[in-house]
C-alpha cells in the first residue's frame, strides 16, 4: 500500500505542476512510513519538501497554497499529531468556500496514518475520523487495500476541495487481518494489491462489497474489513463486509440495499466507541430499514479508553470479537 | 507541606499578573511607549543582514514631525498628488466607519468594528503593495478594501446581510472577501491567516510567480500559536511575505500586557527568527508608505520576509459590542502621544501648501455623499431587518459539488 500512495503521488505530480507535497520527514527522507519516497528527488524541491514540526502551520500554510492556487498534498506523521492543525482544518480549510461564496477553495489533501497494532501506544495509534465527519465541508476517506488507496488518493488530490486521507497505518505492508500473533502476509500475496500502472480513480463516496452474503451486513473500513473478513471465516457466517472507503460522503445506497437484503447489521470500527462514526451508521440504518432489521445493531469498537501500549490486541477489535457481533445478532430469530 | 531548603530561601512561588498603568478613574499614562524624534532612525539599504538592524525592531520610525514637516531618510517616498489620495482614502474609511455605526444604531445591521485612530496604516500599506499582491487582513483593516477601489455599496451589502450580499448571508458583518482586489476571506478567528498568508507568498515563490503576501494580526493575537507557525515557516523558506503587526494597545479589555507587549516591543519578536523587524508610528501616513514599501521591494527582490510593528491606537470600541469606558480611562484615546493620522497628515499637507481647510472640508462632504448615495442604494436591497438571499442557499458552496446528503437536508429544509 505504501508504494501505491507514492505511486498516486507520483502520477498527480507528473500530470499537474500545481500539486505539491510537504511534510514532517517527506522530502529527502520520504516519509517515515516512506509514502513520499524518492518524490523530492524526482521532482524537485519545489515540489516535495521537509517542513517544520508544526502541524498548524503545515496545514495553514497549505490552506494559503491552495488560495494561491496549488493543490497541496500534505503529510501529518501521524493522525494522533493533527489535533494543533485542527483549527487549521476545521475553522478555515472546510469553510473557505463557504465564507467566501466561492471566492476563495482549498483543495487541500491532508494525509495521515490512522489506527493501531503496531505497538505504538497512545500517542500513534488513534482513529481520529470521527472528529473529521462531524464537520461541515470535509471529506473523509479511508481505504483498506492497495488498488483503493492509489485511485482514492487520486481523487482526493484532484477534488476541489479539502479531503481527509486516512491510512491504515497496519495495511501499509500487507492485509492485516488482526491475528497478530500469525507471520505477517505481503499484499503480493492479495488480489487487491495489484495495482494497475498509471492514472485511475476510485470515486469518492462510493462503498465497495468486500465479500458478498446473506445472513448479516458488516459496515467497516480500513483496517476492520479484513478482521471481519477471517471473523466471517472463522466463524463460518456468511456476512455481507461492506468497506465504505469514504465516510463523507457516504455510499448510503449500499448501506441501505444490503441491510434490507440481510436483516443484521453489525457495525464495526477501531475507534471509540461513544460519538464515533459507528454511531452514525446505526442511525442511517435505523432510519432507512428499520422494518427490515431483524435483530438490533451490534457495534465492535476500540473501547473508550485511551489506546494501550503492552494491552494492545485487548484493546484492538480482532475477529473473536467481530465475530461474536455477528453471532449476536444471528441469535436474534 | 514540604519544608523548604535554603537556598530557595522558603518564599512562596508567584506569577506575574500583568496589569495596565491606567484603569478607569486613573489619568491615562502612556510613559512606557518608546518614542523616537521623527528623522532620527536610520533607513538601511534593503538588502540589510536582519542582525544588522536590531535596533529597527526597538526604535520607532517617525517621517512627520510635530510641526508636521517630513523629515528625515524615510521621507520623499510620495508626492503631493499621492498624499491627498492617501488623505482621501483616510477621510473615507473614518466616513464609511461613522456611516455604519449610525446603520448598526438604526438596527440595519447586527454588528460593525470601526478602525478609527488606526486608518493610516491600512491605507497606506495598500498604496504601497501592487494591485495583485494579496492581503491576509484582520477585521480592522477595512481601510485595505476601501484604498483597493473595492465598492463601497458591496461592502454595505454585506454588512446589511441583504440581497445583494456577496457573502450571501453567511458571514458576520465586515468579514470581507474579494480575491480580485486582493483581499483574503476574513475568517473572524484569530490569528489563523497569518501562517495562511504565509502560505500564499510560498505558492507564489514555489510558481516563480512575482506577486507577494501581506498578513496582518493584533498585538493580542501574536499570543496565538498561528503567529509563530508563521514566523518559522517564513523565516525558514524566506517567503516573500510582509508581516504586520498593528499594536492598537487593547485586545478587546485586554492591554498588550497580555501578549507581553509591556516588557518588550513586539517587533523584536523577529529577532529570534532572524527576520528583519521595524518599529513604526502606525499614526504617520508617510511613515507607514515608506516602510512598506521597504518591505514590499525586499520581498519582491527575494530578500525574505520582514515584520513591522505599527505602533498605533484603538479609538474606538473593539465592536459594537464593546464598551471600553468599563477597562480603560475614558480621555485615554485624547492623550494618545502619537495624535490622529487623519490630522498629521492634513496638516502635513496644509504646511505644504498642498491643502486647504476649505479644500478639506469640500473634500469630505463629497465623501460622504458618495458614501450616503452607497448606503442608499444598498438599503434598497434591504438591511439585517429586511431582505436576505435565499436561506436555500446556505446549502451551496459547502463543497463544489452538492453531495446527497446535503441536498436531502435542503429538502428537508423545505427548498
Redesign the interface.
Known amino acids: 500500500m505504501v508504494e501505491a500512495i507514492r505511486d498516486a503521488h507520483i502520477v498527480t505530480m507528473e500530470r499537474d505542476e500545481r500539486v505539491?507535497v510537504f511534510g514532517q520527514d517527506v522530502g529527502y527522507f520520504g516519509g517515515v512510513f516512506r509514502c513520499t519516497h524518492g518524490l523530492q528527488q524526482r521532482f524537485g524541491k519545489?515540489?516535495c519538501f521537509d517542513?517544520?514540526i508544526?502541524e498548524?502551520?503545515i496545514v495553514?500554510?497549505?490552506?494559503?497554497?491552495?488560495?494561491?492556487?496549488?493543490r497541496p498534498c500534505v503529510e501529518i506523521q501521524f493522525a494522533d499529531y493533527v489535533y494543533?492543525a485542527y483549527?487549521?482544518i476545521v475553522?478555515?480549510a472546510a469553510r473557505?468556500?463557504?465564507?467566501?461564496?466561492?471566492?476563495?477553495?482549498a483543495p487541500i489533501t491532508i494525509r495521515m496514518p490512522t489506527g493501531g497494532g503496531i505497538f505504538g501506544g497512545q500517542t500513534h495509534s488513534q482513529s481520529p475520523e470521527a472528529i473529521f465527519t462531524h464537520v461541515?465541508?470535509l471529506?473523509t476517506v479511508i481505504p483498506s487495500n492497495p488498488y483503493d488507496a492509489k485511485g482514492l488518493l487520486i481523487a482526493s488530490i484532484n477534488?476541489?476541495?479539502p479531503v481527509i486521507f486516512l491510512e491504515p497505518k497496519r495495511l501499509y505492508n500487507g492485509p492485516f487481518d488482526g491475528h497478530h500473533e500469525r507471520a505477517i502476509v505481503p499484499w503480493s500475496a492479495h488480489p487487491l494489491g495489484e495495482v494497475p500502472e498509471g492514472e485511475y480513480t476510485v470515486p469518492l463516496?462510493v462503498a465497495r462489497i468486500h465479500r458478498v452474503g446473506s445472513e448479516v451486513t458488516v459496515l467497516t473500513y480500513g483496517t476492520l474489513v479484513h478482521v471481519a473478513e477471517a471473523a466471517a471465516a472463522e466463524t463460518g457466517i456468511d456476512a455481507e463486509i461492506i468497506d465504505l472507503r469514504s465516510l463523507?460522503?457516504?455510499d448510503?445506497e449500499t448501506i441501505v440495499e444490503s441491510v434490507r437484503k440481510t436483516g443484521r447489521c453489525v457495525v464495526a470500527h477501531e475507534a471509540t466507541l461513544t460519538s464515533g462514526f459507528g454511531a452514525e451508521l446505526c442511525a442511517i440504518v435505523q432510519e432507512h430499514v428499520l422494518w427490515s432489521l431483524e435483530a438490533p445493531i451490534a457495534r465492535v469498537t476500540g473501547w473508550d479508553t485511551p489506546y494501550p501500549h503492552a494491552h494492545e490486541w485487548d484493546y484492538f477489535p480482532g475477529p473473536a470479537r467481530v465475530g461474536a457481533a455477528m453471532r449476536a445478532t444471528l441469535a436474534e430469530r | 507541606m514540604t519544608e523548604h531548603t535554603e537556598d530557595t530561601g522558603g518564599q512562596p512561588l508567584r506569577l506575574r499578573i500583568p496589569e495596565p498603568i491606567a484603569r478607569p478613574g486613573d489619568p491615562p499614562a502612556f510613559r512606557d511607549l518608546l518614542i523616537d524624534r521623527a528623522g532620527e532612525v536610520r533607513r538601511p539599504p534593503i538588502d540589510v543582514a536582519p542582525a544588522d538592524i536590531v535596533d529597527l525592531g526597538a526604535d520607532m520610525i517617525r517621517v512627520l514631525d510635530i510641526r508636521g514637516d517630513a523629515v528625515g531618510p524615510w521621507a520623499g517616498t510620495l508626492d503631493a498628488d499621492q498624499l491627498r489620495l492617501g488623505l482621501r482614502d483616510m477621510l473615507t474609511v473614518r466616513a464609511f466607519d461613522a456611516r455604519m455605526l449610525r446603520a448598526h444604531r438604526q438596527g440595519n445591521t447586527s454588528f460593525y468594528m470601526q478602525s478609527l485612530g488606526e486608518e493610516a496604516v491600512s491605507c497606506a500599506h495598500r498604496r504601497a503593495l501592487h494591485p495583485d499582491d494579496m492581503c491576509f487582513p484582520t477585521y480592522r483593516q477595512q481601510g485595505l478594501l476601501i484604498t483597493s477601489g473595492y465598492p463601497l455599496v458591496n461592502m454595505i451589502n454585506q454588512i446589511y446581510s441583504n440581497s445583494h450580499d456577496p457573502l450571501k448571508g453567511r458571514q458576520l458583518p465586515v468579514m470581507y472577501s474579494s480575491k480580485a482586489h486582493g483581499f483574503f476571506s476574513i475568517s473572524g478567528n484569530l490569528g489563523t491567516q497569518f501562517i495562511q498568508a504565509v502560505g500564499w507568498a510560498m505558492g507564489s515563490a514555489l510558481s516563480g510567480d512575482t506577486r507577494i503576501a501581506s498578513a496582518w494580526i493584533g498585538d493580542g493575537a501574536t499570543a496565538e500559536s498561528d503567529f509563530h507557525s508563521a514566523m518559522v515557516f517564513a523565516s525558514t523558506y524566506h517567503a516573500p511575505v510582509i508581516l504586520n503587526i498593528v499594536n492598537n494597545q487593547w485586545a478587546i479589555s485586554t492591554f498588550q500586557g497580555f501578549a507581553r507587549g509591556d516588557s518588550a516591543t513586539f517587533a523584536t519578536r523577529g529577532h529570534g527568527f532572524g527576520i528583519a523587524s521595524l518599529r513604526v508610528d502606525g499614526n504617520d501616513y508617510l511613515a507607514v508608505h515608506a516602510v512598506s514599501a521597504w518591505a514590499a521591494e525586499r520581498a519582491r527582490a527575494n530578500l525574505g520576509p520582514t515584520l513591522i510593528e505599527w505602533v498605533t491606537y484603538r479609538v474606538g470600541a473593539h465592536s459594537t459590542s464593546d464598551d471600553p469606558s468599563a477597562y480603560r480611562p475614558k480621555d485615554e484615546p485624547s492623550t494618545w502621544p502619537l495624535g490622529d493620522p487623519v490630522e498629521r497628515l492634513k496638516n502635513h499637507l496644509i504646511r505644504s501648501g498642498e491643502w486647504d481647510d476649505d479644500r478639506h472640508q469640500q473634500c469630505v462632504a463629497e465623501i460622504e455623499a458618495t458614501i450616503s448615495a452607497a448606503a442608499e442604494e444598498a438599503e434598497r436591497h434591504g438591511t439585517l431587518r429586511s431582505e436576505h438571499t435565499s436561506p436555500a442557499s446556505m446549502f451551496d458552496d459547502v463543497f463544489a459539488t452538492m453531495p446527497d446528503h446535503l441536498r436531502r437536508q435542503r429538502e428537508q429544509a423545505g427548498f
Open positions: 505539491v519545489d515540489r517542513a517544520p508544526n498548524s502551520g495553514g500554510a497549505a490552506i494559503g497554497m491552495a488560495a494561491y492556487g496549488l494543533p483549527d487549521q475553522s478555515e473557505l468556500r463557504h465564507r467566501s461564496a466561492g471566492d476563495f477553495t461541515s465541508g471529506t477534488d476541489d476541495d463516496g463523507v460522503p457516504l448510503v
